[in-house]
């Protein structure tokens, strides 16, 4: 049987590294990050198609390329890779702004529609938009990432219902997860007062491993998941 093909953005560390990992066994896998450079290790017979998706230009060509080589077969995307610039928004310089922008949001809008025309004549596929706790909770000095991240879960809805008014019968699946405090680079970046605040809000009293945010994505992504529709997941140990 031909393995699915499946896109990882941001697959160069993080949570993209962990998910990758994840589905490294049963899957061909598509690895984005912002350069080439940015790959440390390698998985075999894996494809890199690498873009920064700060640059609007960045992302319509890499949606070129992906149509152009991996169009007639991609099955899935999991729209993950992101950044954060904490600021005060007063403070928040406008390429900032512009940049998580396209980022966190633009870039797997624009992922989405390069691949939702193959996705509705073949009527199967799924896209997992990686999101984030503060999406739905707000946190101060993140108002821009949040914001880039409640869209996501709010784009992820709505896709979801437009393909069942395109689609009659379908395989056709758009959710989106949500982690909480997870160790990775991003995490490191926080401050130590602010992750400690954090850390007191969460019942499992630990921060997440990436790897617990994989194994999640790849049931997601699997038939075992087949039902599980136009939902964000949340993956945060109970955060309140
Ligand atoms: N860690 C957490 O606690 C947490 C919590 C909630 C949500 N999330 C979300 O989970 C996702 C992964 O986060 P992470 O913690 O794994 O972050 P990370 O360790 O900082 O990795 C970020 C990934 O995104 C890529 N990326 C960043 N800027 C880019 C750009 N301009 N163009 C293209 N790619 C870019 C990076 O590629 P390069 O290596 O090339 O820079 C890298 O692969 C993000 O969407 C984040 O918002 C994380």
Known sequence: MTRKKVLITGASRGLGLAISKALAADYTLVLHASSDASFK???????????????????????????????????????????????????QPERDIDAMISVNLKAPIMISKAV??????????????????????GNAFQSVYAATKAGLVSFS???????????????????????????????????????NKFLKMIPANRPGKAEEVAETVAFLLSDKASYINGANISIDGGLL
């Open 157 to 195: 809805k709505s896709l979801a219902r437009e393909v069942g008014v395109l689609c009659e019968e379908h395989h056709i699946r758009i959710l989106s997860v949500s982690p909480g405090l997870i160790e990775t680079d991003m995490f490191a970046g926080i401050p130590e007062t602010e992750r």
């Open 41 to 91: 290790e390698s998985i075999p017979g894996s494809h890199i198609l690498c873009a920064d998706f700060s640059d609007p230009l960045q992302i319509a060509s890499f949606c070129k390329r992906l149509k152009s080589e991996h169009g007639e077969d991609l099955y899935a995307v999991i729209n993950n890779a992101g950044m954060a610039i904490d600021k005060s928004l007063v403070f």
């Open 116 to 137: 939702m025309k193959m996705f509705t004549v073949n009527k199967r596929g799924v896209i997992i938009n990686i999101s984030s706790c503060v999406g739905q909770s």
